[in-house]
T-cell receptor, first 110, second 119 residues
């Protein structure tokens, strides 16, 4: 089952602009992860944020987590055409399967 | 990082035939693997949890007799789509859990996916 929704479902921006994707989830979590998927490919792990963290950075990525609202956002700054992909948030830990959000398809126009 | 390999990466078959997809953890042992299905422009939906040496646990709505899962070794899980039909055409992705040194620690690694097209 899907954990929650992501918005927007699709996002088209110009190179150099920032892209923000939002994710909402339903259950209590210990951490939340973001993944990237290029078309027809597997998943690439981007970043994990723990429930006691509010913000985390990795290169051009910035992730926020608001556990009171059960939501997270992924910001990609200074986007590049190579950032074109689908982005998914996911929850779950230990030996349990991850549950994915509905995803955001990002198109970065060169 | 750890590597999970899926094979084949794509397969085309005729309706009514069976197709086997392999998921291997190449440099670690995985007692637990997961199989997901992803339809175009949709998210990954968990199909089943594959445990080495025991029967797989299927998610609600997934037919266990149609999607046979075998986790015969600590590095290999297979998904067999039996009597495939066009509606089974999808992208199938596996993930393998590599345990950490401590209880409840570890990490999931994903395969590159297998695209099945049933004619």
């Amino acid at each position: 089952s899907q954990q929650g929704e992501e918005d927007p479902q699709a996002l088209s921006i110009q190179e150099g602009e920032n892209a923000t994707m939002n994710c909402s989830y339903k259950t209590s979590i210990n951490n939340l992860q973001w993944y990237r998927q290029n078309s027809g490919r597997g998943l690439v792990h981007l970043i994990l944020i723990r429930s006691n963290e509010r913000e985390k950075h990795s290169g051009r990525l910035r992730v926020t987590l608001d556990t009171s609202k059960k939501s997270s956002s992924l910001l990609i700054t200074a986007s590049r055409a190579a950032d074109t992909a689908s982005y998914f948030c996911a929850t779950g830990e230990g030996r349990r399967a991850l549950t994915f959000g509905s995803g955001t398809r990002l198109q970065v126009q060169p | 990082g750890a590597v999970v390999s899926q094979h084949p990466s794509w397969v085309i078959c005729k309706s009514g035939t069976s197709v086997k997809i392999e998921c291997r953890s190449l440099d670690f042992q995985a007692t637990t693997m997961f199989w997901y299905r992803q339809f175009p422009k949709q998210s990954l939906m968990l199909m089943a949890t594959s445990n080495e040496g025991s029967k797989a646990t299927y998610e609600q709505g997934v037919e266990k007799d149609k999607f046979l899962i075998n986790h015969a070794s600590l590095t290999l899980s297979t998904l067999t789509v039996t009597s495939a039909h066009p509606e089974d055409s999808s992208f199938y992705i596996c993930s393998a859990f590599r345990g950490g040194g401590l209880v409840n620690t570890g990490e999931l690694f994903f395969g590159e996916g297998s695209r099945l097209t049933v004619l």
